[in-house]
């Protein structure tokens, strides 16, 4: 599940972490740190196939599974919560319950909002796509971040983002001319080419929230 590992849930993520660690120690940062990159593999290589077998055996809410991929903010706010209750102990009850500046913080909650809905558009796109054709889709969404991250921030294009956009373009076309050959049983072409077009545009958000990010992190730092 692409959404599980970018916009405010990586914000918070990296911000819970980091909380925890100046509770507990540089230990458990490292500790959270390599349990962020497993779930981000697992859900990232299982999620999908997960997400598209819960489709092929009867599912219809599109919306549950789009749900599913931003529900984990309960998990990842546990460790804001402990420095919370920690810090309350010790400095009294004027302690402040958003660690964040509340620009950063406003700023998060919009990425989280735009990934909740990339999420949704991705899952409809799997209710309508193999899982082969979804995960070649929503790969593009590194040339999308190439661009996006050329404009926020200025990011300069390499050789091999400049590969990358044109290889993942040509896989993208080549899908297109051969919609007929993958389309899933009793799935007609106009939900196809709908699932394609969901996919897509998941992909383009995905790819315009991750420097989002790193432009919020930037202002915040030269405010």
Same mark, same amino acid.
């Given at each position: 599940?692409?959404?599980?590992?970018?916009? /405010?849930?990586?914000?918070?993520?990296?911000?819970?972490?980091?909380?925890?660690?100046?509770?507990?120690?540089?230990? $458990?940062?490292?500790?959270?740190?390599? $349990? /962020?990159?497993?779930?981000?593999?697992?859900?990232?290589?299982?999620?999908?196939?997960?997400?598209?077998?819960?489709?092929?055996?009867?599912?219809?809410?599109?919306?549950? /599974?789009?749900?599913?991929?931003?529900?984990?903010?309960?998990?990842?706010?546990?460790?804001?919560?402990?420095?919370?209750?920690?810090?309350?102990?010790?400095?009294?009850?004027?302690?402040?319950?958003?660690?964040? !500046?509340?620009?950063?913080?406003?700023?998060?909650?919009?990425?989280?909002?735009?990934?909740?809905?990339?999420?949704?558009? &991705?899952?409809?796109?799997?209710?309508?796509?193999?899982?082969?054709? /979804?995960?070649?889709?929503?790969?593009?969404?590194?040339?999308?971040?190439?661009?996006?991250?050329?404009?926020?921030? !200025?990011?300069?294009?390499?050789?091999?983002?400049?590969?990358?956009?044109?290889?993942?373009?040509?896989?993208?076309?080549?899908?297109?001319?051969?919609?007929?050959?993958?389309?899933?049983?009793?799935?007609?072409? !106009?939900?196809?080419?709908?699932?394609?077009?969901?996919?897509?545009?998941?992909?383009?958000? &995905?790819?315009?929230?991750?420097?989002?990010?790193?432009?919020?992190?930037? !202002?915040?730092?030269?405010?």
């Amino acid at each position: 599940m692409a959404a599980s590992c970018d916009g /405010s849930q990586g914000a918070v993520r990296r911000v819970g972490l980091e909380a925890a660690a100046s509770c507990c120690g540089a230990g $458990l940062w490292s500790v959270g740190r390599r $349990l /962020s990159w497993s779930c981000c593999s697992g859900g990232r290589c299982g999620g999908p196939i997960i997400m598209r077998l819960y489709f092929v055996k009867g599912g219809k809410r599109i919306w549950l /599974s789009g749900w599913l991929q931003t529900v984990g903010f309960p998990i990842i706010a546990s460790p804001l919560l402990i420095s919370y209750f920690h810090d309350r102990k010790t400095e009294g009850p004027n302690t402040k319950l958003v660690l964040m !500046k509340y620009p950063l913080f406003i700023a998060a909650a919009v990425i989280g909002l735009l990934t909740s809905i990339g999420n949704y558009l &991705y899952a409809y796109g799997m209710a309508r796509l193999p899982v082969s054709t /979804s995960s070649i889709i929503i790969a593009s969404q590194l040339a999308f971040t190439a661009v996006f991250a050329f404009l926020l921030v !200025k990011q300069k294009f390499v050789a091999y983002s400049v590969n990358a956009i044109v290889l993942l373009a040509v896989g993208a076309r080549v899908l297109a001319m051969h919609i007929s050959s993958d389309r899933p049983k009793g799935e007609s072409t !106009k939900m196809y080419v709908l699932g394609f077009l969901m996919t897509l545009a998941a992909a383009a958000l &995905y790819g315009l929230i991750l420097p989002v990010v790193e432009l919020m992190y930037l !202002k915040t730092k030269q405010g």
